[in-house]
């Protein structure tokens, strides 16, 4: 059984950052293309950043290129969302998500098989 554990978020205030974190359980980490989604209220699920099984290839998204960066330490079973310049409008609760294998970076919450329980970003204006 594959867990991923959210950890990190918390009230920031605007122009601030946080790191969230992900580490994952009970199965090969190095093997999983890794994504970090949001939603924030009454909105749907969005994807954030995605990164492939090895870290050479990553995706961010428009509405936070310049500020978020995914990375990824398979030594420690961990991805990680680094979130600078964080703005109101980012607040939101953060997952991450596993998808068992494929070689690039994947988009669509469709294709990911294992969620976390998600962390709490509130971005204080």
């Known amino acids: 059984q594959v867990q991923l554990v959210e950890s990190g978020g918390g009230l920031v205030q605007a122009g601030g950052s946080l790191r969230v974190s992900c580490e994952t359980s009970g199965g090969t980490f190095s093997d999983y293309p890794m994504g970090w989604f949001r939603q924030a209220p009454g909105k749907e699920r969005e994807l954030v950043a995605a990164?492939?099984?090895?870290?050479?290839?990553?995706y961010i998204a428009v509405a936070v290129k310049g500020r978020f960066t995914i990375s990824r330490d398979n030594t420690k079973n961990t991805v990680y969302l680094q979130m600078n310049s964080l703005k109101p409008e980012d607040t939101a609760v953060y997952y991450c998500?596993?998808?068992?294998?494929?070689?690039?970076?994947?988009?669509?919450?469709?294709?990911?098989?294992?969620w976390g329980q998600g962390t709490q970003v509130t971005v204080a204006s």
């Open positions: 998500a596993a998808r068992a294998g494929g070689t690039g970076v994947y988009t669509n919450p469709s294709q990911y098989h294992y």
């Open positions: 990164l492939s099984r090895g870290g050479t290839m990553t």
